[in-house]
C-alpha cells in the first residue's frame, strides 16, 4: 500500500496527481452543474410541476367522494355487493347523501362526476335529490319508483368507483370504454370519440408533414445550391413567416380562403368559378391544413437546408461522370445525403402539428379540430380531470416521438435559423 | 446557379418547371403576409378586396381601421381630439392596454429566460458537464410539449400557487400577482409562463454560438492574469454576445406571439395583443384586426433584420466566412 | 428589503394598467356593446367607480369554472335563464335578495313590476331575447323567401349555407319546430330518447352545409360576408346589423324561442356589494330601458315601456321588433328552464360527440 502511493505522481503540494486531478475534475464538474442549476430549479417548479399537477387531476376527482360520505363509507364495508340488485341498505345511504346534497347544493357536483361514465346522471342527481328528503322507507322501492334508472347496475359500477378520490375512470373513458351492466366495455362505434379524435389528429398531421416536405424540398434544395448572396436574399422569405405571428398568419389565410375571400374571388373574377359554386377552403379541414402548412413550413425548411448545404455537389457530378443519369443521381447519391434532414424535419413538423390549438380552433370549423381544441372544449366546460386523462395520453405521445427524435438527431443539434 | 453545359434539353425543361415550382413556393410562403398590408386600408368593412380598390380609386382605400384601433374602449371616442383624448387613449383604449401589456409581459420574461438561459448554456457547453444529454432535453422540452398541455398544468398550479397574506413574499410579489396573491391572473403568472416557453429559443442559439467558441481563449486570458470576472466580461461576453441577443429576440417573439397560456391563466387586466386577435378573428373579422397584423408585420421584419444582422456579426466574429 | 419594495412598486406602476374596479362579463358583440353604454358607462360616471366590460361566447361555463377554480375575476355576468337556476343550485352564484331591487318609476314594488319569473333566488332579469334565424334578403326573391322554420331546413328550395350555433340548447328545439312538432310539444318529445334521435336526424339532414357559429357576434358576420346565406342568431345581433349597418337582413319570427336573460353575481366576486350596487343600478327602470335603446331585446319590466320606446337613432319605434310583440309569438317556443337545468350537460355532449362523427 505505501509502497503503491510513493510510486504515484505528486503535485507540487505532495498531494497525489490522479487524486487532485479527479477533484478539479469534480469541481468542475460542480461549477458547471451550477451554472444550470437556476434555470433547472425554474424549469421544475414552473413547468414539470405544473405539468405534474395535471397527471394528478387526470387521476383524482373528489366530486362524489365528497358529498357522499354515506354510501362511501358502505360501499367500503361492503365491497362484494351485488351490482345487479343491490340491497335496501345502499340504498338507504343513497338517500342520506342525496338530502344532504340537496341541502349543501353538491348535487351537481356529484351528478356530474358519474355523469362521466354513465351520461344521464346529471338529470337522474338533480331529481332524486329533490325527492330525496321527504322520501320514506324502505328506500330502494321509492328511489326505483322515482326512476328506474336507480336501478341500473353500471350506474352502481360508477358510484362504487367514484367514491374512491383516485380513479382510472377518465382514462377509461379517453380509451372510449363504457361502462356497461357488466362493467367496463369497449363502446360502440359511434360514441367512439375520443380515439377517433387521436387518430384523426396523427393523421393529419402526418399529412401535413408530408405536404411540408415536398414542399420544403425543393425550397431547401434551391437555398442550398445557390451563391451566398442569393441564398440569404431568399432565406428572408423563409424567415419572415417565421418571424410573424401566428395570429397574423391565420387571419391571413382566413381573408384568402373563405368564401367571399381573395382566392374565390380572384377564380370567380377570372370566370374559372360560378359565383354560386364557390370553394368552401375556410372553417373546414382543408382550412386547417393550407394555413397549418404554411406555418410548419419554415420548420421543415431549416433543417433541409442545414443539411443539404454541406453536401459537396462534387459527388453528384462523379455520378454523372460515371455515367448516372439526372434521377439516378439524385435517387441513390443526393436523396441519401439528405436522410437526416428530412428525418429532422419531419419529426419536429409532426411533434408541433399534432399538439397544434390556435389553428385549427380558428379556421377548423367543426369537422377541422384535432385533439388539442377537445381537451380545450373540456377544459372549458371545467371538466378538468377529462381534459388532464387526455392531455396525459397526447403528451405520452409526444414524448415517445421527442425520444425518438433525441435518439435519432439529437435535441443539441436542434437549429434556428 | 447555372445549368451545367452537358444538360439535355429534357433536364433544361426539367430545370426550369423547377425554378417556377420554387417560386410559387416561395409565394405561398410569402403572399399571406404581404396580402394583410393592402386589405388593411380596405375603406369598407371587407375582408376581401374591393372594386374600388382594385381600380386604385382613392376612396376605396382609408385610415379608419388604424383610428379604430385608437378608439376601441375609449371612454368619449367621437369626443375632440385633445390632450385629454389623448392620455385616455394611452390609459383606456383596448388595443392601446393590449400592446402595453405585450410589450411589459415580452420584456420582462425575455430578462428573465435570457440571463437564466445564458447562464445555463454556459454551464451545458462546458466539457464537464454531468448529465448533459438529459438537462438538455429536459430544458428543450417546452418547445416540444404542445402548448395546449402546459397551460393545461400551469392552469392548475397557478391557480394554487399563492402568497400567504401579509408575508414577506406578498410585499415583495405582491404587486405583480392577482388580487388574491396567486399567480393566475397575474402579470407575474403570465410572465413565468413566457419565459418558459422562450428558455428552449435561448438555450437553443446560446449553445450553438459557444459551440464555435474556442475555450483555449478562456485558459489564454487566466494565463494573462484575468480573473474569472474579467475574463466573462471581457472575452466571453463580446463573443456570445449576438448569439445571446437573438436568442432574446427569439423568446421576445415567443412572447409577444403566444394566445394559449394567456386564454388559460390570464386575466382581464392580462390581454394581449394576440389575445385580443384571437377574440376578433373569432367574432367579427373586421379590418381593424387587418390592421393590428399590419403593425405586427412591420415589427417582424425589423426583428427579422435584427437577427440577421447579428448572425452574420457572430459569423464574422468567430471566423466563419460566409462562402 | 426597503429597496425591492420601492423597486417593485414604482416598476408596477409604470408597467402594468390599473385593475379596474368591477368587471362585468357579457357576451360581446351588440348585446355587449348595449350593456356597456346602458349600464357599465353610467354606472361608473353615476358612482364614480371604474368599470369594464369582458366579453365572452357564454359567461355561464366560464363563471362556473371560475368558482370552481377558486380564482373569480369577475363581479356581474349576463347569463341565460336555465344556467342563472343551474349554477344558483350548484352554488355558484350568490343570492341576489330581490326586495333591496328599486322600486319602478311609477311607484310599483320591484317584484310586481318585473314580468312574472323574471327575477330569481340569484338573478335578476334584464331583458328578454330570442334565438331566431335571418336571412340575407339580396339571396332571395322576395315571394320566394323562407317564411317558417320549416324552410331554414330545406335544402332544396332555399339552397345554400346555413349558419347554426355550436350548442345544443336552441338548436335541438329548433330541430323539432323544423320538424313540425308544435311549440306546446317539444320539450314532451325531447325528453323522450326517440325525440332527441329525431332533432338529431333533423340536423343531419343539413349537417353538411351548416357553419357553426359560437359567439353571438358572428352571424351577422357570416351573413354579411355572404358566407352563409341563413343563420340562426339572436334576434338582436340581427336588428343591430340591419338597424346600424343597413345590412340586408330579415328575420324569420316563426320557430323563435325566447328567454329571460340574467344579471348574476358569481361566489367570491371581487367586488360583492358594488356589483350588487351595479345590478340595483341596471335593472331599473331607466337601466333597463336604456338597454332597450341599444338593441332589441323586451327590457324585463313593466314600467321600462311605459311610454313609446324609440330606437336610439330616435325614430325606430322598438315594439315590433321585440321576441314579445304579439305578431312575433305565432310559432314561438319559450325556453324551459326545468328541461335545461336537467339536461344541459348531457345533451351538449352528446351534441359534441354528434358534432365529431
Known amino acids: ?417 | 446557379m447555372a445549368l451545367p453545359t452537358y444538360a439535355s434539353p429534357l433536364e433544361r425543361v426539367w430545370y426550369y418547371t423547377y425554378l417556377v415550382i420554387c417560386t410559387l413556393i416561395f409565394i405561398f410562403l410569402i403572399a399571406p403576409i404581404l396580402i394583410v398590408i393592402p386589405l388593411s386600408f380596405n375603406a369598407e368593412p371587407y375582408f376581401t378586396f374591393t372594386e374600388k380598390m382594385l381600380t386604385f380609386d382613392p376612396a376605396g382605400y382609408s385610415l379608419r381601421w388604424y383610428d379604430t384601433l385608437l378608439t376601441l374602449g375609449h371612454p368619449g371616442s367621437d369626443t375632440m381630439r385633445d390632450e385629454a383624448w389623448w392620455s385616455a387613449v394611452w390609459e383606456r383604449s383596448t388595443w392601446v392596454q393590449a400592446a402595453k401589456n405585450s410589450f411589459w409581459v415580452g420584456l420582462w420574461a425575455t430578462i428573465l429566460a435570457t440571463f437564466l438561459g445564458t447562464v445555463a448554456a454556459l454551464g451545458l457547453s462546458r466539457p464537464e458537464m454531468p448529465y448533459r444529454r438529459l438537462i438538455m432535453a429536459i430544458l428543450i422540452s417546452p418547445m416540444i410539449v404542445p402548448i395546449i398541455i402546459i397551460a393545461v398544468g400551469m392552469s392548475f398550479f397557478f391557480a394554487q400557487a399563492c402568497v400567504p397574506p401579509d408575508s414577506i413574499w406578498s410585499t415583495i410579489f405582491g404587486p405583480f400577482l392577482s388580487e388574491k396573491g396567486c399567480l393566475v391572473n397575474s402579470h407575474l403568472g403570465v410572465i413565468v409562463a413566457h419565459a418558459v416557453l422562450g428558455i428552449p429559443f435561448v438555450i437553443i442559439t446560446v449553445t450553438a454560438t459557444l459551440s464555435g467558441f474556442d475555450q483555449s481563449l478562456i485558459r489564454a486570458a487566466h494565463s494573462l492574469g484575468a480573473n474569472p470576472r474579467t475574463t466573462f466580461f471581457k472575452v466571453v461576453m463580446p463573443l456570445i454576445l449576438p448569439g445571446v441577443i437573438s436568442g432574446a429576440l427569439f423568446a421576445f417573439v415567443t412572447s409577444f406571439d403566444e394566445v394559449v397560456a394567456v386564454l388559460f391563466i390570464a386575466g382581464p387586466d392580462q390581454q394581449t395583443i394576440p389575445r385580443q386577435m384571437f377574440n376578433g378573428i373569432r367574432e367579427a373579422i373586421s379590418p381593424a384586426i387587418l390592421a393590428v397584423a399590419t403593425l405586427l408585420v412591420i415589427i417582424s421584419v425589423a426583428l427579422l433584420t435584427t437577427v440577421e444582422l447579428l448572425r452574420r456579426r457572430s459569423e464574422r466574429l468567430r471566423g466563419i466566412t460566409p462562402h | ?357
Open chain 3, 1 to 357: 428589503m426597503k429597496k425591492l419594495l420601492i423597486l417593485s412598486t414604482a416598476l408596477t406602476s409604470f408597467a402594468f394598467t390599473a385593475n379596474a374596479d368591477v368587471t362585468v362579463m357579457s357576451w360581446g358583440g351588440a348585446y355587449g356593446e348595449a350593456q356597456t353604454e346602458a349600464h357599465v358607462k353610467p354606472w361608473a360616471a353615476a358612482t364614480s367607480n371604474a368599470a369594464v366590460m369582458v366579453d365572452s361566447d357564454n359567461p355561464a361555463p366560464a363563471l362556473k369554472a371560475m368558482v370552481e377554480a377558486g380564482n373569480v375575476t369577475v363581479d356581474v355576468a349576463s347569463v341565460e335563464y336555465a344556467d342563472a337556476i343551474r349554477l344558483c343550485d350548484e352554488g355558484v352564484l350568490e343570492p341576489i335578495d330581490a326586495a333591496s331591487l328599486p322600486a319602478g318609476n311609477d311607484g310599483v314594488v320591484a317584484t310586481e313590476d318585473f314580468l312574472a319569473g323574471a327575477i330569481t333566488e340569484c338573478g335578476v332579469s334584464t331583458d328578454i331575447w330570442s334565438n331566431v334565424y335571418g336571412y340575407d334578403t339580396t339571396k332571395f326573391a322576395a315571394d320566394a323567401a323562407p317564411k317558417t322554420a320549416a324552410d331554414f331546413f330545406d335544402l332544396a328550395k332555399f339552397p345554400g349555407k346555413r349558419g347554426l350555433k355550436k350548442g345544443a340548447k336552441a338548436v335541438l328545439e329548433f330541430a323539432l319546430l323544423g320538424d313540425g312538432v308544435p311549440p306546446a310539444e317539444v320539450y314532451a318529445v325531447l325528453s323522450t330518447p326517440e325525440g332527441v334521435d329525431r332533432a338529431f336526424a333533423k340536423l343531419d339532414s343539413i349537417k353538411a352545409d351548416v357553419v357553426w357559429w359560437e359567439a353571438g357576434a358572428q352571424p351577422p358576420q357570416l351573413l354579411a360576408d355572404g358566407e352563409v346565406v341563413m343563420s340562426t342568431a339572436y334576434n338582436g345581433r340581427l336588428f343591430a346589423a340591419a338597424i346600424n349597418e343597413g345590412k340586408p337582413f330579415q328575420i324569420v319570427w316563426d320557430g323563435q324561442i325566447y328567454e329571460n336573460e340574467m344579471y348574476v353575481v358569481p361566489k367570491g366576486a371581487p367586488n360583492k356589494d358594488l356589483a350588487m350596487d351595479f345590478i340595483r343600478y341596471a335593472t331599473s327602470t331607466d337601466g333597463l330601458r336604456a338597454q332597450a335603446q341599444h338593441i332589441s331585446y323586451g327590457p324585463a319590466r313593466k314600467s321600462s315601456m311605459a311610454t313609446e320606446l324609440l330606437f336610439k337613432d330616435g325614430k325606430t319605434v322598438m315594439a315590433p321588433h321585440l321576441p314579445t310583440a304579439p305578431e312575433n309569438l305565432g310559432n314561438a317556443l319559450l325556453t324551459s328552464a326545468d328541461f335545461w337545468v336537467d339536461k344541459d350537460a348531457e345533451l351538449n355532449e352528446r351534441f359534441q360527440a354528434w358534432l365529431a362523427q
Open chain 1, 1 to 417: 500500500m505505501t509502497e503503491a502511493a510513493t510510486e504515484l505522481l505528486t503535485t507540487a503540494d505532495g498531494r497525489p496527481l490522479k487524486e487532485a486531478l479527479a477533484t478539479a475534475q469534480s469541481r468542475a464538474k460542480r461549477r458547471a452543474f451550477l451554472l444550470v442549476l437556476p434555470l433547472l430549479v425554474f424549469v421544475l417548479l414552473t413547468f414539470l410541476v405544473p405539468i405534474g399537477y395535471m397527471l394528478k387531476r387526470s387521476v383524482e376527482h373528489d366530486g362524489f367522494s365528497r358529498s357522499s360520505p354515506t354510501l362511501t363509507q358502505w360501499f367500503k364495508e361492503n365491497p362484494e355487493f351485488d351490482h345487479m340488485n343491490p340491497p335496501e341498505q345502499a340504498y338507504a345511504a343513497l338517500v342520506t347523501d342525496l338530502a344532504e346534497m340537496q341541502a349543501t347544493k353538491n348535487t351537481g357536483m356529484a351528478g356530474t362526476r358519474i355523469n362521466y361514465t354513465v351520461p344521464g346522471s346529471i338529470s337522474l342527481f338533480k331529481k332524486g335529490a329533490r325527492e330525496a328528503a321527504a322520501m320514506q322507507p324502505p328506500f330502494k322501492g321509492a328511489m326505483l319508483a322515482l326512476d328506474p334508472a336507480w336501478g341500473a347496475p353500471e350506474l352502481w359500477y360508477a358510484m362504487e368507483s367514484a367514491s374512491s378520490e383516485l380513479t382510472t375512470d377518465f382514462y377509461k373513458v379517453a380509451a372510449d370504454r363504457k361502462l356497461t351492466e357488466t362493467g367496463w366495455e369497449r363502446g360502440d362505434d359511434k360514441q367512439r370519440i375520443y380515439l377517433y379524435l387521436f387518430f384523426k389528429t396523427f393523421v393529419v398531421s402526418a399529412i401535413i408533414t408530408v405536404i411540408c416536405l415536398l414542399l420544403a424540398f425543393p425550397v431547401a434544395h434551391l437555398l442550398a445550391i445557390l451563391p451566398m448572396a442569393k441564398s440569404s436574399l431568399l432565406m428572408i422569405l423563409v424567415l419572415l413567416p417565421f418571424w410573424t405571428s401566428l395570429l397574423v398568419r391565420t387571419t391571413a389565410w382566413i381573408a384568402l380562403l373563405q368564401e367571399q375571400g381573395i382566392v374565390n374571388d380572384a377564380l370567380v373574377g377570372l370566370g374559372i368559378l360560378a359565383d354560386d359554386n364557390r370553394l368552401t377552403m375556410m372553417y373546414n379541414m382543408t382550412g386547417t391544413i393550407v394555413a397549418m402548412t404554411h406555418v410548419l413550413l419554415p420548420f421543415m425548411i431549416l433543417p433541409l437546408y442545414s443539411v443539404m448545404k454541406v453536401i459537396p455537389p462534387s459527388y453528384a457530378r462523379a455520378a454523372r461522370s460515371l455515367g448516372a443519369t439526372s434521377w439516378t443521381t439524385f435517387r441513390r447519391v443526393y436523396l441519401p445525403q439528405t436522410l437526416p434532414g428530412i428525418a429532422a424535419g419531419s419529426l419536429l413538423v409532426f411533434i408541433l402539428a399534432v399538439g397544434y390549438y390556435i389553428t385549427p380552433a380558428l379556421v377548423g370549423g367543426a369537422d377541422g379540430q384535432l385533439i388539442s381544441n377537445l381537451i380545450s372544449f373540456h377544459m372549458t366546460k371545467s371538466n378538468w380531470s377529462m381534459a388532464a386523462a387526455l392531455a396525459a395520453m397526447l403528451l405520452a405521445a409526444i414524448l415517445a416521438l421527442y425520444w425518438i427524435y433525441d435518439q435519432l438527431i439529437g435535441v443539441d443539434r436542434l437549429k434556428l435559423g
